[in-house]
């Protein structure tokens, strides 16, 4: 009773900090300050990390500093410095083992340093790392043709770049020159690079310089839980063709859409309307293209392609992250007509598809196949949403549960009815989540979504232990905690096993 006394005076009667102290106040959350003995249990594993004898956190970070760009952010007051990763695992420099539930930025598709992938990268990297296409081997060939084979219609000819950037630049490349028209059109809420042409395609002022970026339209984003028509795709299919109509001169090159928008904050677009928008587009002269970068390699469980949920097929698709587990590594995968106005110029990229990350490549898409890992996100995605949904009910501060698979969402709001974006708690609880050993991503325009994108061999037991689902209840007491920050008292029972 005494724990539980201390719990409920502190959760309901904190001593709140102000300003900014708020988010870094040493009263939080930590199990110690609130009388538990230790944190939450993750699963175990059996790997032990390598003693480290690296530079510290602090050494790490002075030279980041000193030598690295200033535009470059890190995650939490106090940096974690990660030394060393296996499978859904990351380990600082103390050894501690964190849970990783954001993948490298939804790029580790298989799990860190799988084995199967490091051998393979490790096996060619010892017999020719680079060579360009202007030789023949038969690594990038292997590649392009298995990944020609997840792909529907006539989508088979393949061009290999290094980063999700460089494929929408060369998507968008493709559209104009097939089409002979010069206007894109993207969604707002939308990240489809940071280069000097993708950068108008994006839509997120936190990423846009002030540089010209002209010939791009953005168009109303088909959000179902923040858009004006839920998910009403036919009346957001009406602004694109309005748009069209008289934002354009009526021909336009192509349109590009996540069907899961990653930094937007996990919004998956409302149903039906790819099909609505694609039929508009065409129609308008112009070739559509889908944004692959996270959603793509069977993350969203029930298809291999984030587009096959939305009943389509693009003219071009575009692909990285998950590709290569963490190599740099991208692709466009495109028709053979769209593919040949290439050939009127010389279209070369110097590392596109270099031995190495061929090899790593091809080991990604054998081992997503052999490991099951569609399926297997279809099964734990299945079984996360349906226990965040369960705490929805219980909190209000949870505005919205989304995504499928492991491509999922969870938004955090100061107030249901207005949606209130709630970013000073989602700052908070991403450090006091940090600090019970759980490592996730946070999106969305104002920081408040909580991004669960972990590698897919995240398992039902990982999903299970941590402490945003834990039945021990620490997720329902960072809430709390969180709530109780901005003075608004939450009721429900907090349970705290030692």
């Known amino acids: 009773m005494a724990l539980w006394s201390r719990i409920i005076k502190r959760v309901l009667h904190p001593a709140v900090p102000t300003g900014a102290a708020a988010l870094c106040s040493p009263y939080s959350t930590t199990p110690s300050g609130l009388g538990i003995d230790s944190p939450p249990r993750i699963p175990s594993f059996d790997y032990q990390p390598r003693p ?22 890190y995650y939490y007051q106090k940096p974690v410095n990660i030394v060393e990763g296996k499978m859904q695992y990351l380990f600082d420099e103390s050894g501690r083992r964190y849970l990783d539930c954001f993948a490298g930025i939804v790029t580790v598709s298989c799990g860190h340093c799988h084995p199967e992938i490091s051998d393979a990268i490790m096996k060619q990297s010892k017999i020719l790392q680079h060579a360009t296409t202007i030789y023949l081997h038969h690594a990038i060939g292997d590649f392009a043709e298995a990944l020609a084979s997840k792909m529907p219609g006539n989508l088979k000819v393949v061009y290999f770049v290094n980063s999700g950037s460089e494929a929408n630049e060369l998507a968008m490349l493709m559209a104009r020159l097939y089409t002979g ?21 994006t839509a997120l002022n936190t990423w ?43 021909r336009v090159a192509g349109f590009i859409a996540e069907t899961f928008q990653g930094a937007g904050g996990a919004v998956e677009l409302a149903p039906g309307y790819l099909k609505l928008a694609y039929d508009i587009v065409r129609k308008a002269g112009g070739v559509c293209i889908a944004d692959e970068v996270q959603s793509g390699f069977g993350r969203t469980g029930g298809r291999y392609w984030g587009f096959e949920t939305q009943g389509v097929i693009p003219d071009i698709v575009t692909m990285a992250k998950g590709i290569g587990n963490g190599l740099p590594l991208g692709a466009v995968v495109t028709t053979p007509e769209i593919a040949s106005v290439l050939a009127q110029k010389i279209q070369f990229n110097t590392f596109g598809g270099n031995p190495v990350c ?25 079984h996360l949403i349906s226990r965040l949904k369960e705490l929805q009910q219980k909190h209000e501060i949870i505005g919205d549960v989304r995504g499928k698979g492991l491509m999922l969402g969870l938004e955090l709001v100061t107030d249901q009815k207005e949606k209130t974006p709630a970013k000073a708690e989602t700052a908070h609880l991403l450090e006091k989540l940090r600090e019970l050993g759980i490592l996730i991503g946070k999106g969305g325009l104002h920081g408040n979504v909580f991004r669960i994108k972990p ?44």
């Open 358 to 382: 061929s090899a790593g490549g091809l080991a990604v898409l054998r081992v997503i196949d052999k490991e099951k890992r569609q399926a297997h996100c279809a099964d734990v995605g299945s």
């Open 181 to 201: 028209n010069l206007e894109m059109i993207s969604l707002r809420n939308a990240y489809h690079g940071g280069s000097s042409g993708t950068l108008g395609l």
């Open 455 to 498: 590698p897919m061999c995240f398992s039902r037991d990982d999903a299970e232990r941590p402490c945003f689902l834990s039945d021990e209840g620490y997720f329902q007491l960072i809430i709390a905690i969180g709530t109780a920050h901005r003075g608004v008292l939450l009721t429900f029972a907090v349970s705290v096993s030692r």
């Open 208 to 250: 846009k310089y002030s540089i010209p970026q002209g010939e791009v339209h953005h168009v109303m984003n088909p959000d179902p839980y923040r858009g004006p028509f839920g998910s009403d795709a036919s009346k957001y299919a009406k602004d694109l063709q309005d748009h069209i109509d008289y934002g354009t001169c009526g």
């Open 52 to 73: 480290y004898k690296g530079p510290s956190a602090d050494e790490v970070l002075e030279k980041r500093k000193q030598f690295l760009g200033p535009s470059l952010f």
